[in-house]
């Protein structure tokens, strides 16, 4: 990320277990704002907690605008440079969505939302957060995809 950061044109991130629909990378492409964000399920979707399990300042599917990275050359080796999470170590990719959301807003950003949210594919507790009756992925108990064999 750090070296994709401020490359040369805007930067979309989409990360392995995000289902895109039809309309995001033109709306990525049309929307003005520097920072746009399409939120997903997270962790308990479906659940009975009563918690709004949405993400909407995560880096899993997110457009960032080239003149927000020219003007914050800096932001994304500053927020890889963190150690904020004991026994995760510096630049940790596990915290990099909360390090980024917290440096873009205290920077005045807000992240631009977009609809209809796309669906992350990620196991929590067995179960896939989509919420639909498929086999999940295998992953390991960090929840990262394990192939299998």
Do not use: K
């Not at 490359?7 to 746009?36: K, M, N, Y």
């Not at 929590?124 to 995809?145: I, K, M, Q, S």
Request: charged share 20%; hydrophobic share 35%; glycine share 14%.
């Amino acid at each position: 990320m750090t070296a994709l950061w401020g490359a040369g044109g805007d930067l979309v991130v989409v990360e392995q277990d995000i289902e895109l629909h039809r309309t995001v990378l033109s709306q990525f492409r049309r929307c003005p704002e520097p920072w746009c964000v399409f939120p997903y399920n997270g962790p308990g979707y479906g659940g009975a907690d009563g918690g709004d399990p949405t993400l909407s300042g995560a880096l899993g599917c997110v457009r960032f605008r080239a003149t927000l990275m020219a003007t914050h050359p800096g932001l994304m080796a500053d927020v890889g440079n963190v150690d904020d999470a004991p026994g995760l170590g510096r630049g940790d990719w596990r915290r990099l969505d909360v390090r980024v959301l917290g440096a873009l807003r205290d920077q005045g950003y807000a992240a631009h939302l977009h609809f209809p949210a796309v669906f992350q594919h990620h196991v929590f507790h067995g179960l896939c957060a989509c919420g639909t009756e498929h086999e999940p992925y295998p992953v390991d108990r960090e929840g990262r995809y394990a192939p299998e064999g």
